[in-house]
């Protein structure tokens, strides 16, 4: 009997460690929305950090989703696939529509402060089985009587972000 | 006999697990997240005792430098409405207001219903990547300071006129001017021909009351020609000192 229904996030946290050329061009393309858009929450230029801005002024909140902007382009470059997570074949397994971008934190004069992360939310699948540490899931759309299945294991960054019985 | 070979078996077995061990070293140190410098994080988890499969799939098309996708002429992304064509003109008042070439130009406003695109809070609330920055876009300015878009005749929400924000930065990203351009009122005007679209216009905020433009809108006030039918066109000249 399927557990549910589950609609899986994984965080993708990129920064000065990320050695992927996706990964620095989203890094370098957000650093340097991040340095134009916080312009308008730190118009006395009194701070540096986004902690700092966001600390004086909370409207700066927005800016999540203002430096989002120059992360959709690198996103169509996905396909609808999200990156880094493999089911156990190896294969990259889980597609998604809808996202969010963070920044975790910045410093308009310092790059290597700068950290975001994007998370993908992949489309609803169904959950059938948990072996050990794997979950045996399948794309809910399918109707076939033999269900194709997935099998991927737990890992750090990948949570269940919703479950539905219906 | 029997031990002889019970033995062999032994070594069978003790051969073939080391190049398991390797495999699986091989695999967990290609999966491994990066870590971050400013939160705590465990990086691979329990990568002793687990076996993470490597990535083996042909590589993909490399990644190329992308826009930010604020960077389009045509804002629309589906949304439905009176289509307008907005034409601003960037002048710089240290140049006696010759159009100021390479001026970056972000536009937004809200859509026939009187919603903007954005996400508010802290939240884990997903979006959809492909609509997230509906009427949201940035155009560079022409040698004679134009930018161009293509959008849709805004809509209205309670407290507020007819409106477009703009945020002009140098070619350096130097924020310039975060202004607002109001639109003309009255008689044969487009705000009253497209009467607030499906809403009507019962409690619209005309601009003598709006918080914004009450004070006078001679420097924010645009120019709208054309029709429902056909379309509208809005042009402004917006000085600034860059």
Same mark, same amino acid.
């Given at each position: 009997m399927p557990k549910g229904t589950i609609i899986l996030c994984y965080r993708k946290v990129i920064d000065a460690n990320s050695i992927k050329a996706w990964e620095k061009m989203v890094l370098e393309d957000t650093f340097l929305e991040f340095k134009m858009q916080a312009q308008f929450y730190n118009q006395e230029k009194?701070?540096?950090?986004?902690?700092?801005?966001?600390?004086?002024?909370?409207?700066?909140?927005?800016l999540h989703f203002l430096v989002s902007a120059a992360v959709?382009?690198?996103?169509?470059?996905?396909? !609808?696939? *999200?990156?880094?997570?493999?089911?156990?074949?190896? @294969? &990259?397994?889980?597609?998604?529509?809808? #996202?969010?971008? !963070?920044? *975790?934190?910045?410093?308009?004069?310092?790059?290597? @402060? &700068?950290?975001?992360?994007?998370?993908? #939310?992949?489309?609803?699948?169904?959950?059938?089985?948990?072996i050990d540490n794997y979950l045996l899931v399948s794309d809910k759309s399918q109707t076939e009587k033999d269900i194709l299945t997935s099998l991927f294991q737990l890992q750090p960054y990948l949570s269940i972000y919703s479950l539905s019985y219906e | 006999?029997?031990?002889?070979?019970?033995?062999?078996?032994?070594?069978i077995g003790a051969v073939s697990t080391p190049v398991l061990i390797e495999a699986c070293k091989k695999s967990s140190a290609e999966t491994t997240q990066t870590g971050s410098s400013s939160e705590t994080v465990t990086n691979t988890g329990n990568s002793n005792t687990s076996c993470t499969v490597a990535p083996s799939e042909t590589e993909g098309p490399f990644p190329t430098k992308a826009p930010a996708s604020y960077v389009r002429n045509d804002i629309r992304d589906g949304r439905t409405g009176h289509t307008m064509t907005a034409k601003i003109t960037i002048g710089n008042i240290n140049n006696n207001?010759?159009?100021?070439?390479?001026?970056?130009?972000?536009?937004?406003?809200?859509?026939?219903?009187?919603?903007?695109?954005?996400?508010?809070?802290?939240?884990?609330?997903?979006?959809?990547?492909?609509?997230?920055?509906?009427?949201?876009?940035?155009?560079?300015?022409?040698?004679?300071?134009?930018?161009t878009?293509?959008?849709?005749?805004?809509?209205?929400?309670?407290?507020?006129?007819?409106?477009?924000?703009?945020?002009?930065?140098?070619?350096?990203?130097?924020?310039l001017k975060v202004t607002q351009i109001a639109f003309p009122e009255g008689t044969g005007s487009a705000v009253a021909n497209v009467n607030g679209y499906a809403k009507g216009m019962t409690g619209y905020t005309y601009n003598a009351n709006d918080n914004i433009f009450s004070d006078g809108t001679t420097l924010e006030m645009a120019t709208v020609t054309g029709s429902t039918t056909a379309g509208f066109v809005l042009s402004i000249k917006l000085n600034v000192a860059a």
């Open positions: 009194k701070y540096n950090t986004f902690s700092e801005i966001l600390r004086n002024d909370p409207k700066a909140e927005k959709t382009g690198y996103l169509q470059q996905l396909n !609808e696939t *999200i990156p880094d997570v493999l089911n156990n074949l190896g @294969k &990259h397994f889980l597609k998604f529509e809808n #996202f969010r971008f !963070e920044i *975790i934190n910045s410093d308009i004069r310092d790059i290597t @402060k &700068h950290q975001v992360a994007i998370n993908f #939310f992949s489309k609803p699948l169904t959950w059938h089985d948990t | 006999m029997e031990r002889k070979s019970f033995l062999k078996s032994l070594m207001c010759a159009g100021l070439a390479g001026a970056i130009v972000d536009i937004w406003h809200c859509d026939a219903e009187g919603s903007y695109s954005e996400y508010g809070g802290s939240g884990m609330q997903s979006i959809n990547y492909q609509s997230v920055h509906f009427l949201r876009g940035r155009q560079v300015a022409d040698a004679n300071g134009l930018v878009f293509t959008s849709i005749f805004p809509g209205w929400y309670s407290g507020r006129a007819t409106h477009i924000h703009v945020h002009i930065y140098s070619a350096s990203g130097t924020s």
